[in-house]
C-alpha cells in the first residue's frame, strides 16, 4: 500500500485522530474516501476517452507505457532480454564458408599447419 508500512499506518492515523477529534475523523475518511472514488473515475474516463479518439491503429495503447521506467524497459531492455532468454542454438557449420578464410582440413597430431611465405 503505496510503499507503507504498519508502523506508518498506525502513526497516520494517530495523527489524523489527533487532527481532526474523534467526531469529525469519519467525516474525513468519508470525504477522502469519496474524492478518491471520484480521481480514480476522472483517470478511467479520460483513459476510455483517450483509446477511443486514437483510433483502431492504438488499440493497444496503455498511458503507463509512457512512464520513463516502463518506457524504458519496452522499448530498450525488452530486447535484450529477449535475446539473454532465447535457447542457445549450435551454428550449423556445413553449410558455412567464410570467404575471407580458406578451407582446410583439421590438422592431426603432430602435423605442422601450411606456411604461407608471401604472406609474411
Same mark, same amino acid.
Given at each position: 500500500?503505496?510503499? &507503507?508500512?504498519?508502523?506508518?499506518? &498506525? ?6 485522530? *489527533? ?5 469529525? &475523523? ?9 474524492? *478518491? ?16 479518439? *486514437? ?10 507505457? &509512457? ?7 519496452? !522499448? ?40 604461407? !611465405?608471401?604472406?609474411?
Amino acid at each position: 500500500m503505496f510503499g &507503507l508500512g504498519w508502523p506508518e499506518v &498506525l502513526a497516520l492515523v494517530v495523527i489524523a485522530l *489527533l487532527v481532526f477529534g474523534p467526531e469529525k &475523523l469519519p467525516q474525513a475518511a468519508a470525504q477522502a474516501g469519496k474524492t *478518491l472514488r471520484q480521481l480514480r473515475q476522472m483517470a478511467n474516463n479520460a483513459r476510455n476517452d483517450l483509446q477511443e479518439n *486514437l483510433g483502431p491503429e492504438f488499440r493497444n495503447f496503455d498511458p503507463a507505457d &509512457l512512464h520513463p521506467k516502463n518506457f524504458v524497459r519496452k !522499448h530498450l531492455l525488452q530486447d535484450l532480454e529477449d535475446d539473454w532468454n532465447r535457447p542457445a542454438v549450435e551454428p550449423d557449420h556445413s553449410s558455412y564458408s567464410d570467404p575471407l578464410t580458406p578451407a582446410h582440413d583439421e590438422l592431426g597430431y603432430g602435423e605442422i599447419p601450411p606456411y604461407d !611465405h608471401e604472406a609474411t
